[in-house]
C-alpha cells in the first residue's frame, strides 16, 4: 500500500484479491447527499443534535452508497442493507463487503469482493482520552502507553484504538466480546502488524495496517489474510457528482 491517497482518474475496477479504501471530507453542505438516502437514514441524520453533526453523518453514508452503486453498477439511492448477527451492516444481497467509519471532519469507506473487512478513523485529540485505554485496552497495551507521555503518548493511543477498532469491525461481532482480551501493537511506527488473539477469535489470520496520514486523524484496516492488495483512493465530491 501506498503512503497517498490516490486519485482515481476514473472510477477503479476492484478486483476479487483486492482491498480499496476510500478517504473523504465530511464538512459540506448535506442537501445532495439527503436524496440519495433511505428513509431510515435520513431519520438518523434527524436524530442529530447539530447541523454539523447532521451535515457529517448525511455526507459519509452519501459517500458510502456512491461508491458502492459505482462499483455494482446500480443506482445508488436503490441499494438496500441489513445486518449481521451481531449487528454489522451490509449489502442485502451480493458479494461486495464494505466497511464505514467516521470521525471529526473525516470518513473512510473500505470495499472488497468476498472478504471480510474493518476499517477505523478517529480525529486524534491532545491530551487522548486515556480513560478509554483503562476499560478497552489490554494489559500489554496500557503498559506500553504507560511509559510514553506528550505527543508520543497520543500517536501509540491512536494506533491501539484504530487498530483494535478496526479488528472489532472486520471480525463483525460488534461489542460481543472482551476487548481488553485482544492485544494489538502500540508502535505508530509498525504500519502492518497482527494482533494477538485469543482462540475463539483467531478463525482468520488477521493482518491490521495502518491507512495513509490523514491531517489531525489516526486510521487502520484489519484483513482476514495476507497477500491482499490494498490501494488507497482519494474521494473527491466533485467527481463524483456529489
Request: charge should be neutral; hydrophobic fraction near 45%.
Amino acid at each position: 500500500m501506498s503512503d497517498t491517497w490516490a486519485m482515481p482518474s476514473g472510477i477503479p475496477d476492484l478486483p476479487p484479491d483486492q482491498i480499496h479504501v476510500w478517504r473523504l471530507r465530511t464538512d459540506r453542505d448535506p442537501r445532495a447527499g439527503l436524496a440519495l438516502l433511505s428513509a431510515e437514514e435520513r431519520r438518523r441524520a434527524e436524530a442529530f443534535r447539530t447541523d454539523l453533526l447532521r451535515a457529517r453523518y448525511v455526507a459519509a453514508h452519501a459517500a458510502l452508497r456512491l461508491l458502492l452503486g459505482r462499483t455494482l453498477d446500480t443506482p445508488a439511492d436503490r441499494l438496500r442493507f441489513r445486518q449481521n448477527s451481531w449487528g454489522k451492516p451490509e449489502l442485502a444481497e451480493g458479494e461486495l463487503r464494505f466497511n464505514l467509519s467516521h470521525s471529526g471532519p473525516w470518513a473512510v469507506v473500505a470495499l472488497a469482493r468476498g472478504i471480510e473487512i474493518g476499517v477505523d478513523v478517529e480525529e486524534a485529540r491532545h491530551p487522548p482520552p486515556l480513560e478509554v485505554a483503562r476499560i478497552a485496552y489490554s494489559a500489554a497495551e496500557r503498559t506500553a502507553l504507560a511509559g510514553l507521555s506528550g505527543r508520543d503518548l497520543t500517536a501509540a493511543f491512536y494506533a491501539v484504538w484504530t487498530r483494535k477498532e478496526a479488528l472489532a469491525k472486520g471480525i463483525g461481532r460488534g461489542f460481543s466480546f472482551d476487548f481488553t482480551g485482544f492485544t494489538v501493537s502500540a508502535d505508530p511506527a509498525e504500519r502492518t502488524s497482527r494482533p494477538v488473539l485469543p482462540p475463539n477469535l483467531a478463525e482468520a489470520d488477521w493482518h491490521l495496517h495502518d491507512l495513509p496520514p490523514i491531517e489531525g486523524a489516526a486510521a487502520a484496516l484489519a484483513i482476514p489474510a495476507a497477500g491482499l492488495g490494498i490501494v488507497a483512493w482519494r474521494f473527491e465530491p466533485g467527481f463524483w457528482g456529489l
